[in-house]
């Protein structure tokens, strides 16, 4: 069964949507985030590797996606052919992968946002 991907952050729409809103702006644009910030350097990783899943289809960084989201090892299409081809597109993408997926950035969600809660000053939870 394909997966249905539409309450996912991809779209947008994820269990956490409010929290990553405000902790994206505190990402950098390039390089790491500060070293401060262990949660959220996490999350930025993360991300990297979620927008490769859903615009590539994991192609870029397979193993570090299969560890990053804990999915199942080979990370291949079982329906494909030659046996050695990554999911191409995200409609491939099967439920459980997509749950388990954004199961992780929920977790990483969240550490990130606490985090940002004991380092923010009240003016930036303002």
């Not at 954004?102 to 977790?107: F, I, L, P």
């Amino acid at each position: 069964m394909k997966g249905d991907y539409s309450k996912t952050y991809w779209c947008s729409k994820g269990r956490h949507q409010d929290k990553i809103v405000i902790l994206e702006e505190l990402i950098p644009t390039s390089g790491e985030c500060s070293d401060n910030t262990p949660a959220l350097e996490a999350l930025r990783v993360a991300i990297n590797l979620y927008h490769d899943v859903y615009n590539n289809g994991g192609w870029n960084f397979p193993a570090q996606i299969r560890d990053q989201f804990d999915l199942p090892v080979p990370y291949i299409n079982p329906e494909d052919e030659e046996g050695d081809a990554l999911y191409r597109d995200i409609a491939e993408l099967p439920d459980s992968m997509i749950r388990q997926i954004e199961k992780v950035m929920d977790k990483l969600t969240l550490a990130a946002f606490k985090e940002h809660q004991k380092t923010a000053t009240k003016e930036d939870l303002a």
